[in-house]
T-cell receptor
Framework: RKEVEQDPGPFNVPEGATVAFNCTYSNSASQSFFWYRQDCRKEPKLLMSVYSSGNEDGRFTAQLNRASQYISLLIRDSKLSDSATYLCVVNNPGTYKYIFGTGTRLKVLA | DGGITQSPKYLFRKEGQNVTLSCEQNLNHDAMYWYRQDPGQGLRLIYYSQIVNDFQKGDIAEGYSVSREKKESFPLTVTSAQKNPTAFYLC????????????FGAGTRLSVL
């Protein structure tokens, strides 16, 4: 089993739709979780950190479910500019090593 | 502006040649990383360094070498032993505080002639 797993997609959704991605992780001791966005041929950029209580930033909401060992990202009112690959990242305690999922590709269609 | 600078943006390597990719950060971060990304693939860790003069192998270190002589610099050498070097190389850095958020440079795209 991979340490971090994501559905590669693509998720093709119309503008204005709500879309959700999940990411599962295998190490129950993992403590830091992030969502990054990566545009084609560009570097990953931090979208949001994921906190235990869940957090929201505008149209984006991230949730952590420790019992089932997954994090989620919800995007409301999708825009064309949201089209990108979304990377799930996990950082385990006591280590500087980050574990990346392979990403979920989102295409928002006009 | 604080950030991570990678150079060059594009690099071409001849067979049997060693090439060095530059990564400089002015964020005062302790930790620095090198990743490789192949088309349609996730990021794979090559090397990382938590402190000056110390570094550890990642998951795919064979055919690569690094140095960390200064806090702000972490160059990566792709040696001739790396038989399939064509990829997108990303340098990143992070700090102990602020929940260890990792920041990336713009990347170097390496191709073999």
């Amino acid at each position: 089993r991979k340490e971090v797993e994501q559905d590669p997609g693509p998720f093709n959704v119309p503008e204005g739709a709500t879309v959700a991605f999940n990411c599962t992780y295998s190490n129950s001791a993992s403590q830091s979780f992030f969502w990054y966005r990566q545009d084609c041929r560009k570097e990953p950029k931090l979208l949001m950190s994921v906190y235990s209580s869940g957090n929201e930033d505008g149209r984006f909401t991230a949730q952590l479910n420790r019992a089932s060992q997954y994090i989620s990202l919800l995007i409301r009112d999708s825009k064309l500019s949201d089209s990108a690959t979304y990377l799930c990242v996990v950082n385990n305690p006591g280590t500087y090593k980050y574990i990346f999922g392979t990403g979920t590709r989102l295409k928002v269609l006009a | 502006d604080g950030g991570i600078t990678q150079s060059p943006k594009y690099l071409f390597r001849k067979e049997g040649q060693n090439v060095t990719l530059s990564c400089e950060q002015n964020l005062n971060h302790d930790a620095m990383y090198w990743y490789r990304q192949d088309p349609g693939q996730g990021l794979r860790l090559i090397y990382y360094s938590q402190i000056v003069n110390d570094f550890q192998k990642g998951d795919i270190a064979e055919g690569y070498s690094v140095s960390r002589e200064k806090k702000e610099s972490f160059p990566l050498t792709v040696t001739s032993a790396q038989k399939n070097p064509t990829a997108f190389y990303l340098c990143a850095s992070s700090t102990r505080i602020f929940k260890n958020i990792q920041y990336f440079g713009a990347g170097t795209r390496l191709s073999v002639l």
